[in-house]
């Protein structure tokens, strides 16, 4: 499926099948354990049945984590408690092997390709690809990005879901790395959920009081150019996302018109899936929280998308698709016990409540 790269607007989302899912919950009920034993497993199981259009559901064989790397001007105001080349010197670290996406990845089962949509630094032939600038605008006094360059990312988010989904992918995580992305984040959910500055601001990388207090100050003054925008999810991007927001939420929105699951990572991957949403109603249909950051923007964004509870508590805040991969084994479990187990007939085992 080849998509128009001047075109921002998405195909059609399908539901994940109905029908499928309901032979799942049957299939359930045939399994050799008590109904509903399995908790979340079997309702992740039935889901990725529903997904993939059949049961018993193939197992899991190609995960995809692709991480999104880009700059953005406003750490240069002292949001973040790292500076920015960090974010060039991890593309590096990535594609070494050396980071906590590999290592997760391997243990997942997962396999890992990062992309530079907008780094400030010239970045390895194999990721730079898709690049739309060296770096996005600063938000609170200026666009992100021009109308130009938001229609590139958009169109580079979706040519890479295509690009994944052509290749075999069966399930796709983002992830992302940028220094100071987190306030973008928390602007593009400040802004859809309504909710106010400081209740939506946290402390990112780390951040100590003084810098919180000038995050907060960013994101009151980005809110305020993102407010007259809000119905136009292009606009929203251009004014107060990044070219990384524009890719992430174009890719999660184009993964679901190609029938497509997506594990959704942390507060980042988030804002751009709220994005994604209304790039392309119905979306969220094919994706499934990974775990809940203490970003509290991120519960906001959860909520908002009903994609609460996730799957996992562990206060994990590392971003990179970290805590969509260290999901990952309760969904390849979750498709595992629904596809792999015996019926009572098939296990001569008695079905009744008594045994």
């Given at each position: 499926m080849t998509a128009d790269a001047d075109n921002p607007e998405f195909g059609p989302v399908v539901a994940?099948?109905?029908g499928m899912r309901a032979a799942a919950e049957a299939r359930q009920l045939q399994l050799t354990k008590p109904p509903g034993s399995l908790g979340r497993l079997e309702r992740i199981g039935n889901w990725i049945a529903a997904c993939q259009g059949q049961c018993p559901p193939k197992l899991l064989e190609r995960p995809r984590v692709v991480v999104f790397a880009g700059d953005h001007g406003i750490?240069?105001?002292g949001v973040s408690a790292f500076p920015s080349e960090v974010t060039a010197q991890m593309v590096?670290?990535?594609l070494a092997g050396g980071a906590a996406v590999n290592a997760l990845a391997r243990t997942a089962g997962a396999t890992v390709r990062v992309v530079d949509i907008a780094v400030?630094?010239?970045?390895d032939e194999r990721v730079s690809d898709h690049k739309v600038r060296r770096s996005s605008g600063s938000i609170d006094r200026e666009d992100a990005l021009s109308e130009d360059e938001v229609r590139a990312a958009i169109a580079a988010g979706r040519a890479i879901a295509d690009e994944e989904v052509d290749s075999g992918a069966?399930?796709?995580i983002a992830g992302e790395m940028g220094i100071g992305n987190t306030t973008p984040a928390t602007v593009l959910i400040a802004a859809l959920t309504d909710t106010e500055p400081v209740a939506a601001v946290g402390r990112g990388t780390g951040i100590d009081d003084a810098a919180w207090c000038r995050k907060t100050a960013a994101v009151r003054d980005a809110l305020r150019r993102a407010r007259p925008v809000l119905a136009d999810?292009?606009?929203l991007l251009r004014v107060a996302g990044g070219a990384d927001f524009a890719a992430m939420a174009a890719f999660l929105a184009q993964a679901a018109v190609r029938r497509t699951p997506v594990v959704i990572d942390g507060?980042?991957?988030t804002a751009a899936a709220l994005v994604a949403e209304r790039l392309a109603p119905g979306?969220?249909?094919w994706w499934i929280a990974s775990h809940r950051s203490p970003e509290p923007a991120h519960s906001l964004a959860l909520k908002h998308l009903r994609l609460e509870p996730p799957l996992l508590e562990f206060e994990m805040r590392l971003g990179e698709g970290s805590g969509a991969l260290t999901a990952l084994p309760l969904v390849h479990a979750a498709v595992a016990t629904l596809a792999e187990m015996a019926t009572f007939g098939d296990a001569g085992v008695s079905g009744s409540s008594d045994t």
């Amino acid at each position: 499926m080849t998509a128009d790269a001047d075109n921002p607007e998405f195909g059609p989302v399908v539901a994940p099948d109905p029908g499928m899912r309901a032979a799942a919950e049957a299939r359930q009920l045939q399994l050799t354990k008590p109904p509903g034993s399995l908790g979340r497993l079997e309702r992740i199981g039935n889901w990725i049945a529903a997904c993939q259009g059949q049961c018993p559901p193939k197992l899991l064989e190609r995960p995809r984590v692709v991480v999104f790397a880009g700059d953005h001007g406003i750490a240069r105001h002292g949001v973040s408690a790292f500076p920015s080349e960090v974010t060039a010197q991890m593309v590096a670290n990535f594609l070494a092997g050396g980071a906590a996406v590999n290592a997760l990845a391997r243990t997942a089962g997962a396999t890992v390709r990062v992309v530079d949509i907008a780094v400030d630094a010239d970045t390895d032939e194999r990721v730079s690809d898709h690049k739309v600038r060296r770096s996005s605008g600063s938000i609170d006094r200026e666009d992100a990005l021009s109308e130009d360059e938001v229609r590139a990312a958009i169109a580079a988010g979706r040519a890479i879901a295509d690009e994944e989904v052509d290749s075999g992918a069966d399930i796709l995580i983002a992830g992302e790395m940028g220094i100071g992305n987190t306030t973008p984040a928390t602007v593009l959910i400040a802004a859809l959920t309504d909710t106010e500055p400081v209740a939506a601001v946290g402390r990112g990388t780390g951040i100590d009081d003084a810098a919180w207090c000038r995050k907060t100050a960013a994101v009151r003054d980005a809110l305020r150019r993102a407010r007259p925008v809000l119905a136009d999810p292009v606009a929203l991007l251009r004014v107060a996302g990044g070219a990384d927001f524009a890719a992430m939420a174009a890719f999660l929105a184009q993964a679901a018109v190609r029938r497509t699951p997506v594990v959704i990572d942390g507060v980042v991957v988030t804002a751009a899936a709220l994005v994604a949403e209304r790039l392309a109603p119905g979306a969220g249909d094919w994706w499934i929280a990974s775990h809940r950051s203490p970003e509290p923007a991120h519960s906001l964004a959860l909520k908002h998308l009903r994609l609460e509870p996730p799957l996992l508590e562990f206060e994990m805040r590392l971003g990179e698709g970290s805590g969509a991969l260290t999901a990952l084994p309760l969904v390849h479990a979750a498709v595992a016990t629904l596809a792999e187990m015996a019926t009572f007939g098939d296990a001569g085992v008695s079905g009744s409540s008594d045994t």
